[in-house]
């Protein structure tokens, strides 16, 4: 169990650069964020402004090229790639902006994988994978192809298979673009429910107003810093709102 007050994220001066000489675009310019234990963060602002690279960095699939990122309590910079990688299986939960789903597999398979990566039996992971998906609203989907299921459907398997593992950080890039309010609302509770625990984490990217008011804070981003970050008492009302 993690200390009251502890740091399941910590960013001080993060930085990245794409590209070099006069191609060179600078996406994070000096980012510093803290995200306690136990809470629910949303990233907002204007496409383009770093949102995406930002929480890629924090999920160790993307190299920083300055500053400092800790996860869970350890230096991402110190780790082999090896251990990245089992870091991530063990801990981490993303929620991509395309789905990244096997197209040979049933919904329930895909949404599966994480526990299925972790050396669980099938039949138990697939077991676990239903039930979140159920919760989802995709109980009589279970066994369709991806290419059989809507694009909302689609991003909500994709949900299911970063919350089946019940990873100690979630991170979510637009987990309700293409999600009805009624479906958004559902699975934001779900997110909220099984994800926001006292020694767990979430940070939400998001466009969607209407799921504001599940943050416990809101950061806005701009040109690539942190812009301001908005306290519980005003969530819903974020300083530079997408």
Request: hydrophobic share 45%; with cysteine.
């Amino acid at each position: 169990m993690t200390p009251a007050g502890g740091l399941a994220v910590h960013c001080r001066g993060v930085t990245k650069d794409f590209g070099t000489g006069d191609s060179l675009t600078r996406a994070l310019r000096g980012v510093d964020l803290d995200v306690p234990y136990g809470e629910l963060l949303m990233l907002v602002g204007p496409s383009g402004c770093g949102k995406t690279t930002l929480v890629s960095i924090v999920a160790g699939t993307l190299e920083p090229t300055a500053g400092v990122v800790t996860v869970l309590g350890h230096d991402l910079a110190a780790m082999s790639n090896g251990r990245k990688v089992r870091f991530r299986r063990d801990n981490v939960g993303f929620v991509f902006q395309s789905y990244n789903l096997l197209p040979a597999l049933t919904a329930a398979e895909n949404a599966a994988v994480p526990l299925l990566i972790a050396g669980w039996r099938r039949a138990a992971a697939v077991e676990a994978a239903s039930e979140v998906l159920d919760q989802l609203g995709l109980g009589d989907r279970l066994t369709n192809l991806p290419s059989e299921l809507s694009g909302g459907q689609q991003q909500r398997v994709a949900i299911a298979r970063a919350l089946v593992h019940e990873p100690r950080l979630l991170v979510c890039d637009e987990p309700t673009s293409a999600l009805d309010a009624e479906n958004g609302r559902i699975t934001m509770e779900l997110i909220q429910r099984i994800a926001v625990q006292p020694n767990r984490a979430v940070i939400v990217v998001t466009h969607d107003a209407r799921v504001y008011s599940f943050a416990d804070r809101i950061a806005a981003m701009e040109d690539g810093r942190i812009d301001s970050v908005t306290s519980a008492g005003e969530v819903g009302r974020p300083a530079n709102p997408a």
